[in-house]
Structure formats: C-alpha cells, structure tokens
C-alpha cells in the first residue's frame, strides 16, 4: 500500500482570519443556496446544464452520469482528526478489556495513556494496527451497527455535535443537484468503507453501493446456529487512495466518472486529474480549506503549515489551475457552511 | 485463490435424451412466458409478490432489493468450454506475433497447435497464464473495445450463433420481471468483470457497476499524449469463486441480496447457502442442466460425468433440498430456451 496519509494525528494550523458572509442573496429556484455567486457556482451550474441538456454537443447519457465525492474534508469536517480513528480510539478500551493483554503493548498503551501529544506522534503502521484491531473480529452486520451506534453518541469537541452533522451544507446541496440532474453520486473515500457504508445513505443520500473505499480482508464462516456469517479480518485488501481510488473505479464499476469533489493532495490528486482528462465535458473540484473563523485553515497552497491531514499542496494548487480544476473557496464561494448556523 | 474451476476445458458428456416441450402456454400477463407452469416459476412469482407487496409481512424496501445471477450456465451455455476461454485462445495468435518469444513456450504452444486433446488437458495454472496474457498491456478501454469486436464475429459452433444469443430467454423474462418490480439485478461471475461488463449492458440489461467478478490489476500511468491512463496488468486481485462472491458483495456493494442464481458446485453454492440464510424471506434458485437435446446435460447430480465446467454436484443438489433452494429443470420448466429458437 503506497499511503499517504502518514501522520494521520496532528493538529491542524488554526489561522484566524474573518469569515465572508458576502454574495447576493439565492433566488427562489436557486439549487446551491448556500453558494456564493461566481465562478465556482457558475462552473457547477454550466457542467450539469452542458451535461444533461439534450440539445448540448457535450450531452452525456444518462446511465453514465457518474460524480465521485471524497468524504473527509471535502463533504464533512476532517480536522484535528478523521472521525474514523476517533471511533477507533473510542473502541480500544473495549477491545483491551476482550484481549487485555494489549493493554501494556503499544500503540493501545499510547492511546490508552490519553497523552494527546504521544498519541499525535504514533506513526501510520501503529494507527492502522488500531484501525485493524478494532473494526475486526465481528460480522459485517455487527460492525454496521456498532458504528450508527457510536455515531448517535460521539461529539465533536469544537462543536459539540454530532460527526454527521458537521457535513458542509453547500456539498449537500450539490449532491441533491446532480441527482435531480441524473447524475449517480458516490463517495470515493480513503476511510474504511464498511465505516461510511454505515451512515452514508441516511447523511448524504447516497447508497452503500455508492460508496467505495479502503478495504479490510472478509471471512466467509458459520456462526454458533450454522448459519453462514461474513466476519471483518484484520487485513488490507484494497488500497483506496491516490490511484488506488481510480484502480477502484474499475475494480467496483467500471467506468471513468465525469464530475469530482475532492480536496488532498494525498488522496485526490490522481482521482482529480484523471477524471478531468476525460473525453467531453468532465469537472473536477478542489476544496480548499480557508477559512480558519467558520471551518479550519490548512495546507501548503495558502502558506500554512503542512497538516498531514488532508491539505492542499502547492503543487496540486498550481496543477488545478493549469487542468482547469474548480478550486472552491470555503470563505469565499460558501454563504453558508453548515446547516445548523443561523 | 482457492479455485474449483480446476479444468476448464473438457467436453460435456451429452447424453440424448428428448427435450419436453410440454406445460399450459402462457397467458397474456404472463411476465415469464417461456417458464412451463410448475413450481419453479410458482416460487419466483411467490417471491416476487412477497417481498414487494406492501401489505406483505415480508415485504423489502425498494432499496434492499438486490438479485445476483452468476453469468455461465445460469444466464447462457457454459459448454463445452467457457466463452471467456476462446477468446482468450483467440487472442493467442495476436499476442504471439507481438513477443515471438512466446511461440515455442507452453502453454501457447499447445494452444496454437489446435490439438484439441492436448488443450482440453492443460492445468489450470497454464489455461490462467493465458488469460492474464491476453487480457493484459492494454488500458481498460481498449480491452472493452476488443471484447465486442469479438462478441460480433466470434460464432459457438453448435448453434453457429453469436454467443450472447446463447443466451437463456427464461432468465432473460426473470430478469426483465425482478426490475419492472423494483430489484437491481447484478451479475456475480467467476470470470473476468471487464470481460463481461463489455457486453452485460447489451446482453441483460445490466449496467456495468451490477457486475462484479474476477479482477486482474490495473495500473495507473499516463500514455504518449500524457494523458492519465489505467492499463489492466497480468496478476489477480479478486478471486470472485465460491465464498469469493460473497467477499466481494461487501466489498464492492456492502448488502446481502434478497434473490441468488447460480448452478455450479465449484462456485455458487456459498453464494445461494448465504443468500437464503438471510432474514425474511430469500429466494436461491439452482439451474440444472438436464437438456441434452435442447442445451447441455452434465453433472453428478443426474449421474452424469463430473464435466468440471460448472457441474451441479450431489452434494449440492441435496443441499438444494434441504434449504428449500429452487432447483429448475431446464427440460421441464423452460418452454423456450433460447429467444431464436421457433
């Protein structure tokens, strides 16, 4: 697994610059309310009405309207920390109470010991041992259930709200959009995609058939009434990340999708660039994370420091602007980020 | 890979016994036409009504209800050597003339020797060589081009037909019935997805994201143009046999189906014990190849020589029993089996 993703604990840069609130105000039928007019908006607008008009030369059937989404940092918030390896930290103290003699081995010591600074410095193979030990060892059902569970509970320390609240009111909206427009929506996610399966049809609106992502080994077997039972190993099978993701397309679908979404240049480069050098009209969208006051500020295209978690590279900045990329302004294009502000 | 379908090649024992024609003719409603009355087709309509009926103790949301069909000998002749085979055999002449080298080393020797005998006899370690060799070193697209090209001039030499007219019209009436009642129909193959979702679209009507099935590698680079391409490479990622398919539900998909078809000991009986083991009420249904006349009749089921392309074991067929699976009899419950038959 080629992971970028290294150091997957850190807190991000927290500038602390003002939010803008500015744009005219949407129109009755405005599908993006919570956009600000301009480019990104307009670019959105243009794709869908160049892709799913009939009389468009750059008209694309409507079984191959395909948009692929990134989840963390593109349709939810990703900082300090992927709420994915929240709910596995959240889970070892369970697990070391089935299996305690973890508790003196590392990294469940570390993680145990709630020392945010050591926990921040464990290195990817350490996290991803979390990651395997606890979302294994359990049915594919059970693993479903303990995370609709774990999501009802869980708190976003900022925020104090729950993770699937803390999704950007603006991407839902062009969610909603391209589907009203024939366009399938799916999520190409880094994270675990059992993990998102689980909640990803109640928070976006998209089908656990539409979410692709990172995949642990199945165990075909029988339980204790022989009946046969798929259990969760704790083993890579599938890398989704960088040409991974794309690698997936085909391995799921088989198809090149038309629009999208992403944000990393750790995960979404490749996804990015390979969608829009596409025959016909293809859309490819960066998420850039600006505004410090509303959201967090992060990565290396806006000066910041480097986050680990998902940021921006200045290479992949300037590779958006000469692939003509939409590079979204979260203070500047977003009227409104989340739909819980008034 | 934990693979059953040990010798692909070896010809079917066909027996001669009279295809029966005999059952009431259908009614103008009728949704499966070329289905005889009996209790196959009872059990699929039964199924049908139950999970969909909305004042149905049993019934399944729309968005649940999933039906998987394997591809060869569930949906068209798998006799006497799997199709995806002879194209591979087809495409050995080209390959050799790009890497001479190739000629004089088995198993394209033998291959392009035409000896039928010495062919039906290599082990499936070399018949996989040959597929990975020529379904490799070309992007996606290409190879999905070359598929068709080769689905319109490729003639069985039995029927002296294409081989998507080989096609059952049976399961083509099931399929067409599951989705005008709300089922998305997938296609769970042992064979290569990009082989069959080259054709699947055309052929069933299922789109290529409802196929999933063995998958080679792919490999993301840039072609001479430095365009982003995927290339398919020769080594195996997902073994899509037996439990494999299963795996593979939850890896591309994340459901269980409600509906399972399938007919081979080596590769569908995990997927119809798991699907009939779900809750409420699941529908697996086995095909038995019993039409020496009309198709193929092969499998220790009927005392018949184990023919090794996709038999129908005794041990399966008595699980068929005792797990109330549908078991259809093609001489019996099929009226038609093919759409161009008169």
């Known amino acids: 697994m080629n992971i970028t993703r290294r150091d ?52 694309v059937p409507r079984e191959e309207r395909i948009a692929e989404f990134d989840q963390d940092g593109t349709l939810w918030v990703e900082q300090p920390v992927y709420s994915e390896v929240i709910y596995c930290f959240d889970h070892v103290g369970a697990l070391v109470k089935e299996k305690p003699e973890l508790k003196d081995r590392e990294p469940f010591k570390t993680v145990l010991s709630g ?18 030990a606890t979302q294994s060892g359990m049915t594919v059902e059970q693993f479903k259930t303990e995370v609709n569970k774990w999501m009802t509970t869980a708190r976003d320390p900022r925020w104090k709200r729950k993770y699937t609240e803390l999704v950007y009111q603006p991407m839902l909206e062009v969610l909603r959009y391209l589907r009203a427009n024939g366009y399938k929506t799916y999520i190409a996610t880094g994270g675990s995609a059992g993990f998102v399966r689980a909640y990803a049809e109640a928070t976006y609106g998209i089908p656990p058939e539409q979410v692709n992502g990172t995949t642990q080994a199945f165990q075909y077997g029988y339980d204790k009434d022989q009946r046969p039972v798929l259990t969760r190993e704790p083993k890579a099978v599938l890398d989704n990340m960088e040409a991974g993701k794309i690698e997936n397309f085909w391995l799921c679908y088989g198809r090149r999708p038309y629009a999208a979404f992403g944000n990393s240049s750790g995960d979404d480069q490749q996804m990015l660039e390979y969608v829009k050098a596409g025959t016909g009209e293809r859309l490819s969208v960066v998420v850039m994370h600006d505004d410090a006051t509303r959201e967090y500020a992060y990565g290396p295209a806006q000066g910041l420091p480097d986050t680990k978690v998902g940021p921006l590279s200045q290479a992949m900045y300037d590779m958006a602007k000469s692939q003509n990329w939409i590079v979204i302004s979260m203070k500047n294009d977003w009227r409104r980020i989340f739909a819980f502000e008034t």
């Not at 301009?38 to 468009?56: E, Q």
């Not at 020392?115 to 395997?132: C, H, S, T, Y």
Request: charged share 25%; no cysteine; hydrophobic share 45%.
């Open 8 to 59: 997957l604990i850190k807190a991000s840069a927290a500038t602390t610059a003002l939010g803008a609130f500015g744009g005219v105000s949407a129109a009755a039928e405005d599908p993006l309310p919570s956009w600000n007019e301009g480019a990104s908006k307009k670019a959105i607008l243009d794709f869908v009405h160049a892709t799913t008009d009939k009389s468009s030369p750059k008209f």
């Open 115 to 132: 020392d945010r600074k050591a926990i921040a410095q464990l290195p990817l193979r350490e996290l991803f041992e979390i990651v395997f």
